[in-house]
């Protein structure tokens, strides 16, 4: 199969619809709209933004994913910095390690989950007693 041209006029073209298109769902505008305003049909306006939407969700997944990667990296380094004086017992030491892995198995989901019951807005059980799981660090569900 051969490669696509990614600098070909075609391209180009398509590139710059879906960017107008998605620019056009951003302001509000329905699908009929946006085909109207960029002189194409609305199925095809629905599929440039569709596409448009998907290629931005991938890159801030791969963003979210480099992110953490570094925020590690960092911690590792962090760590590396006072893993001595923890081992020789210095408690300052031996603290700054601990949150330093507490962060680290934040970021990296490995604190187990905890039981939560449902509550009305004034702490009061909710209804049905419901006891939902939830991973340290995230929000509880409204």
């Given at each position: ?19 107008k ?8 505008k ?7 305003a ?5 199925s ?30 960092r ?7 006072i ?13 700054r ?9 934040k ?36």
């Open positions: 199969m051969a490669a696509r041209n990614t600098t070909s006029t075609a391209h180009a073209v398509h590139l710059d619809r879906q960017i298109a998605i620019e056009l769902r951003r302001m509000g329905g699908y009929v709209e946006i085909a109207t960029l002189g194409i049909g609305k095809q306006a629905h599929r440039l933004v569709k596409a448009g939407l998907e290629e931005t969700k991938a890159q801030v997944t791969a963003d979210a994913a480099d992110l953490k990667s570094e925020a590690l990296s911690l590792d380094g962090m760590l590396a910095g893993w001595q004086g923890a081992r020789k017992g210095n408690v300052s030491d031996i603290d390690v601990l949150k330093i892995e507490e962060r680290r198995a970021l990296l989901g490995l604190d187990a989950p905890t039981k939560v019951a449902e509550t009305d807005p004034e702490g009061n059980a909710a209804g049905p007693r419901e006891i939902l799981l939830v991973s340290p660090g995230d929000k509880r569900p409204t």
